[in-house]
C-alpha cells in the first residue's frame, strides 16, 4: 500500500488536504482514483487507513479511517557528518533515514570543503525514504553549524560515537557496549585533522572507534557505522 506523511492531526473522518506533490503524485504516477486506499502517518499518531475522497493533480483530499499500527519510536540516534558532496550527502540522509537515525546534523569541519546546503531538499529525501521503508516518523535534518560550536553545546547524557579513520581505535562492536542517547559522527572526505582528533579523543563522552582497515568515502562510513550501532545496540538487536 502507497504510505504518505502528512502533518495533520489523525483521527476517525479526519479530512487530510494533501500539497500539490502528493497530489500530483497519487494522481499522475500511482493512477489513484476515488476510493482507493492508502497509508498515512505523521510521527505522533500512527499508521493509518485513509481512502481518496478527491483527487486531481494539483490538489487531493483524504479521509482517515482506522488506526492500523501505533505509535512507536526507534533509537535515541543522531548522525553527524560533515558536509560533503551534494549526490554522497543525499545519499547518506535517505541511507540514515532507513537506518533508523532519529536526526542527522550536517557540520563543518577543518577540512570541510562547503558551508552550506539545501536543507528542504535533504528533508524532503528523509521524508520519501520514511514514507518507503515503513517508519512512523521522519528523521529531523538540521541547519549546518560548525564542529566546535556543536561540541561546546553538547548533551552531556548522549555518547558520541567518533568513527576515526586512523584506524587505532577497537572496532565499533568492540567500542559500543551500551544503549541510551548516542551521536554517530562521520568526518569529511579529507578527514579530521590532527586538531579535531585530539580534541575528540579528550572528550569524556566520545568514544573513538575504527570502521576497519580500508579508508570508506563518507557515504559508505555512515551507512557502515549505523548498521554496526544498530547491530550493537539499537533495534536490531
Given at each position: 500500500?502507497?504510505?504518505?506523511?502528512?502533518?495533520?492531526?489523525?483521527?476517525?473522518?479526519?479530512?487530510?488536504?494533501?500539497?500539490?506533490?502528493?497530489?500530483?503524485?497519487?494522481?499522475?504516477?500511482?493512477?489513484?482514483?476515488?476510493?482507493?486506499?492508502?497509508?498515512?502517518?505523521?510521527?505522533?499518531?500512527?499508521?493509518?487507513?485513509?481512502?481518496?475522497?478527491?483527487?486531481?493533480?494539483?490538489?487531493?483530499?483524504?479521509?482517515?479511517?482506522?488506526?492500523?499500527?501505533?505509535?512507536?519510536?526507534?533509537?535515541?540516534?543522531?548522525?553527524?557528518?560533515?558536509?560533503?558532496?551534494?549526490?554522497?550527502?543525499?545519499?547518506?540522509?535517505?541511507?540514515?533515514?532507513?537506518?533508523?537515525?532519529?536526526?542527522?546534523?550536517?557540520?563543518?569541519?577543518?577540512?570541510?570543503?562547503?558551508?552550506?546546503?539545501?536543507?528542504?531538499?535533504?528533508?524532503?529525501?528523509?521524508?520519501?525514504?520514511?514514507?518507503?521503508?515503513?517508519?512512523?516518523?521522519?528523521?529531523?535534518?538540521l541547519e549546518p553549524v560548525k564542529l566546535e560550536k556543536l561540541l561546546a553545546g553538547w548533551d552531556m547524557g548522549r555518547q558520541l560515537l567518533f568513527c576515526d579513520e586512523a584506524g587505532d581505535a577497537a572496532p565499533v562492536l568492540g567500542a559500543v557496549k551500551a544503549g541510551g542517547p548516542w551521536a554517530i559522527l562521520i568526518g569529511p572526505e579529507g578527514g579530521f585533522s590532527a586538531r579535531e582528533r585530539e580534541t575528540l579523543r579528550a572528550l569524556p563522552y566520545a568514544v573513538p572507534a575504527s570502521l576497519g582497515p580500508r579508508i570508506l568515502r563518507a557515504d559508505t562510513a555512515a551507512i557502515s557505522a549505523l548498521t554496526l550501532w544498530q547491530a550493537a545496540v539499537g533495534d536490531w538487536a
Open positions: 500500500m502507497i504510505r504518505l506523511f502528512v502533518p495533520h492531526d489523525l483521527s476517525p473522518g479526519a479530512a487530510l488536504d494533501l500539497d500539490e506533490g502528493q497530489s500530483r503524485y497519487l494522481a499522475a504516477v500511482m493512477r489513484q482514483a476515488v476510493g482507493d486506499e492508502v497509508a498515512v502517518f505523521n510521527g505522533r499518531d500512527g499508521e493509518w487507513r485513509a481512502t481518496l475522497a478527491k483527487v486531481g493533480k494539483k490538489a487531493a483530499t483524504l479521509t482517515a479511517l482506522s488506526r492500523t499500527r501505533a505509535q512507536a519510536v526507534g533509537p535515541d540516534l543522531d548522525l553527524i557528518v560533515a558536509l560533503v558532496k551534494r549526490a554522497r550527502l543525499e545519499t547518506i540522509v535517505e541511507k540514515a533515514a532507513e537506518l533508523g537515525a532519529r536526526r542527522v546534523q550536517p557540520v563543518v569541519t577543518e577540512r570541510t570543503n562547503a558551508d552550506h546546503t539545501r536543507v528542504d531538499r535533504l528533508q524532503a529525501i528523509a521524508v520519501e525514504a520514511s514514507e518507503q521503508t515503513g517508519r512512523l516518523d521522519v528523521p529531523q535534518v
